[in-house]
């Protein structure tokens, strides 16, 4: 079974710049998750979807951040313009049954200089 | 929204040793706890999940739950130098319909 697939692995940009973050969930996976994840923390929500609705986007800066699942699988993430707090990992996982856990796909490292 | 706690780590144990991680949560309606690793620079790996009451064991790990005292531990039983990682502790909050995470314990284990 194919895992969670995320690209790009590395961004660099400069601030006020836009850059988008694609996510591919595990085959039949409903819900899908987009966190947010600054060294030493843990992740934090970001938006969270079930087929292709918004179940809970409450942690998403909606004046820069966007999120959008078309046709209930794959799913991106934009940013724009960024700022320098936006240099995080952004991990995309994905859960057929919620209550049992997620799985993760490998991150995007974002810089903003 | 709700808290999730860890230790604050790191946590130093020496091979072949037994490793205690701990968590608190606040939400009395959690009815779902996770733990995940999370090697550095890799995204965070389910190990367990935990629902009930009690201990659930799984190889060298054991999750034990008391939904009463809010308290969620994981142990590692013979650790090992490849058990050294970020034990990330994370709770279904039954109240928000989502999970939260703690901020983790950075666990290293000594040859």
């Known amino acids: 079974e194919a895992g969670v697939a995320q690209s790009p692995r590395y961004k660099i940009i400069e601030k006020r710049q836009s850059v988008a973050f694609w996510c591919n969930p595990i085959?039949?996976?409903?819900?899908l998750y987009w966190y947010q994840q600054i060294l030493g923390q843990g992740p934090k929500l970001l938006i969270q979807?079930?087929?292709?609705?918004?179940?809970?986007d409450s942690q998403l800066p909606k004046d820069r951040f966007s999120a959008e699942r078309l046709k209930g699988v794959d799913s991106t993430l934009k940013i724009q313009p960024a700022k320098l707090e936006d240099s995080a990992v952004y991990l995309c996982?994905?859960?057929?049954?919620?209550?049992?856990?997620?799985?993760f796909g490998p991150g995007t490292r974002l810089t903003v200089l | 929204q709700k808290e999730v706690e860890q230790n604050s780590g790191p946590l130093s144990v020496p091979e072949g040793a037994i490793a205690s991680l701990n968590c608190t949560y606040s939400?009395?309606?959690?009815?779902?706890f996770f733990w995940y690793r999370q090697y550095s620079g890799k995204s965070p790996e389910l190990i367990m999940f935990?629902?009930?009451?009690g201990d659930k064991e799984d190889g060298r790990f054991t999750a034990q739950l008391n939904k009463a005292s809010q308290y969620v531990s994981l142990l590692i039983r013979d650790s090992q130098p490849s058990d050294s990682a970020t034990y990330l502790c994370?709770?279904?909050?039954?109240?928000?319909?989502?999970?939260?995470f703690g901020p983790g314990t950075s666990l290293s284990v000594i040859p």
């Open positions: 996982a994905s859960s057929s049954v919620p209550t049992r856990g997620q799985f």
């Open positions: 085959s039949g996976h409903a819900t």
């Open positions: 979807f079930q087929n292709n609705g918004v179940v809970d």
């Open positions: 939400d009395r309606g959690s009815q779902s």
């Open positions: 935990i629902y009930s009451n």
């Open positions: 994370a709770v279904w909050e039954t109240s928000y319909d989502k999970v939260i």
